[in-house]
């Protein structure tokens, strides 16, 4: 039972690269979701996907771009990092309809020198 | 705006003994509310939910109280143990809005 799996796990990376950090879920389940968790912050939003090829925007998504092709994947990429967007991110996935828990892979800790 | 929030950015008790976690919105359109556990290096654990029809849920050792009137819900563990020590995090969500809207979490600290 893989369930949710992050990659990578840690990252350093200079401002204005790109970098994609990848998420892939082994339950088939509709939703994804991405959160960034920063100090004072708790948990925001960046984006979320309730199907394949439908994404939408969280309350954090400026500088940041998802797709997703395949129902098991949901990459999140950076276009051009800033040193804003340090911070550990997290993927998470739900079943479809009705009250149902996110269940949260472990984050990829990025840091933007 | 901070729509889902724990005042309490941590909390000690000792081992055996209640810890009560409280969490406030200000958002009437929830209707779903969580709680999750962290470690450090981990990500979060779903740990128990409550459905805005019901003003209490059991699971063992934890119990999770809604207040709707008062915006409120606490997450009551007892009794705490030691391994229960981690950053506990309350999120709602509206609807078929499948957003979470986190709180900034507390840290528990349980004290052999």
């Known amino acids: 039972d893989a369930g949710i799996t992050q990659s990578p796990r840690y990252k350093i990376t200079e401002t204005g690269r790109q970098v994609t950090l990848m998420c892939h879920q082994t339950w088939s389940h509709s939703y994804m979701f991405w959160y960034r968790q920063d100090l004072g912050h708790g948990l925001r939003l960046i984006y979320y996907?309730?199907?394949?090829?439908?994404?939408d925007k969280g309350e954090v998504p400026d500088g940041y771009v998802v797709s997703r092709s395949k129902t098991e994947n949901f990459p999140l990429t950076l276009e051009s990092a800033t040193r804003s967007q340090t911070s550990v991110y997290f993927c998470?996935?739900?079943?479809?309809?009705?009250?149902?828990?996110?269940?949260f892979g472990d984050g990829t800790r990025l840091s933007i020198l | 705006d901070q729509q889902v929030k724990q005042n309490s950015p941590s909390l000690s008790v000792q081992e055996g003994r209640i810890s009560i976690l409280n969490c406030d919105y200000t958002?009437?359109?929830?209707?779903?509310f969580l709680w999750y556990k962290k470690y450090p290096a981990e990500g979060p654990t779903f740990l128990i939910s409550i459905s805005s029809i019901k003003d209490k849920n059991e699971d063992g050792r934890f119990t999770v109280f809604l207040n709707k009137s008062a915006k409120h819900l606490s997450l009551h563990i007892v009794p705490s143990q030691p391994g229960d020590s981690a950053v506990y995090f309350c999120a709602a969500s509206a609807g078929s809005n499948y957003k979470l809207t986190f709180g900034k979490g507390t840290l528990l600290t349980v004290n052999p």
């Open positions: 998470a996935s739900r079943r479809g309809q009705g009250n149902q828990p996110q269940h």
């Open positions: 996907s309730a199907a394949a090829d439908i994404t």
């Open positions: 958002n009437s359109m929830f209707d779903y």
